[in-house]
C-alpha cells in the first residue's frame, strides 16, 4: 500500500492592511484577555491601587505651576495654570504610558509568541488600549479640578473623542515601531524614556504653542501630539485651539506614522518568534 502524504498546514499571518482588521476581530477575545490580564497585574497587590492614575499627573500638575507657572510665569491664556497643565497632561500621560507598555510588549510576552500563533499585532494593540481606561479616570479629576477653579467645560467637548482617536493612532503607529525594533534591537528599552523625556519638552503641556513663531507652527505639527495636547485642552475648556494648519500636518502625519509602522510589523512578525 502506498502511504498517503500527510498534510502540511502552514499557519501565518494574513497580509495587507484590510487582513489586519480582520485578524483582529477574529481574534478579538484574546485581546480582551490581554487587555483585561494588563489591567489586572498593573494594579495587582498594590496598596493605592488605581489612585496610582491620579497621583501621577496630579503630582507632575503641581510641580509645573509652582516652577513654571508660578515662579517662571509662563502663559496659559485665561486658564488657571493647574487647569492649564492638567489637561494638558491627559492626553500625554496616555500616550506615554502607551509607549512604555507597548513598545515592550512583544518582548515581555516572549513566552506567549514563541509557543502558539496568533497576529502579533495584538500585543501592542493591548498595550495601547489599555491605557483608556486611565483616561477616563483622568478626565473626571480634570472635570472636578475644573469646577473647582471656576472653569466650565465647553460645548467644544464633542470633539474630543475624535483628538482621543487621534491620540490613540499616533500611539499605536510608534509603538508598532518600537515594538518590532525592540525585539531585535534592545537598545530601545534605554533608549525609550530618553525618547519620551524629550518628546514631552517639545510638546505644548507646559507652555501654549502660541508663543511657538506663527512661520514655525506647520513645522511644529509633525509633533503630532502638540496639535492632541492643545486639541484636548481646546476641547474641554473652549481655550487654545491648535492652528489648522499644525492639525493638518499633525493628522497626515499621524496616518503615515501609523500606515509605516503596520507595514513593518508586518514585514517583521514572521521573525518575532525566532528571535525574541
Known amino acids: 500500500m502506498t502511504a498517503q502524504a500527510i498534510p502540511v498546514i502552514e499557519i501565518g499571518a494574513n497580509r495587507g492592511s484590510v487582513a489586519v482588521f480582520r485578524d483582529v476581530w477574529q481574534y478579538r477575545e484574546l485581546l480582551y484577555f490581554l487587555v483585561w490580564r494588563d489591567l489586572k497585574v498593573r494594579y495587582k497587590q498594590t496598596a493605592l491601587g488605581v489612585l496610582w492614575i491620579v497621583l501621577q499627573p496630579a503630582a507632575a500638575t503641581l510641580v509645573f505651576s509652582v516652577i ?107 509603538s508598532l515601531w518600537l515594538a518590532a525594533l525592540n525585539v531585535k534591537y534592545r537598545d530601545i528599552n534605554h533608549l525609550l524614556p530618553f525618547i519620551i523625556q524629550i518628546w514631552m519638552y517639545a510638546t505644548p503641556i507646559i507652555y501654549p504653542s502660541s508663543i511657538i513663531p506663527e512661520r514655525w507652527q506647520t513645522v511644529y505639527g509633525f509633533n503630532p501630539m502638540a496639535s492632541i495636547v492643545e486639541g484636548v485642552r481646546w476641547s474641554l475648556t473652549g481655550q487654545g485651539a491648535p492652528s489648522s494648519s499644525m492639525l493638518l500636518v499633525s493628522i497626515l502625519f499621524t496616518l503615515v506614522v501609523l500606515a509605516s509602522g503596520l507595514a513593518y510589523f508586518r514585514q517583521t512578525e514572521r521573525t518575532f518568534a525566532d528571535i525574541v
Open 68 to 174: 513654571f507657572g508660578h515662579l517662571l510665569r509662563l502663559p496659559s491664556g485665561d486658564l488657571p495654570y493647574p487647569i492649564f497643565a492638567l489637561s494638558g497632561l491627559l492626553a500625554w500621560t496616555y500616550f506615554a504610558s502607551s509607549l512604555n507598555r507597548a513598545g515592550g510588549s512583544l518582548v515581555s510576552n516572549a513566552d506567549l509568541i514563541t509557543k502558539v500563533y496568533f497576529p502579533r499585532i495584538l500585543v501592542p494593540l493591548a498595550g495601547v488600549i489599555n491605557g483608556l481606561p486611565d483616561v477616563a479616570v483622568s478626565l473626571v479629576v480634570l472635570l472636578v479640578a475644573m469646577l473647582a477653579f471656576g472653569v466650565a467645560p465647553a460645548v467644544t467637548v464633542v470633539y474630543l473623542p475624535l483628538f482621543l482617536l487621534l491620540a490613540m493612532a499616533v500611539s499605536l503607529g510608534v
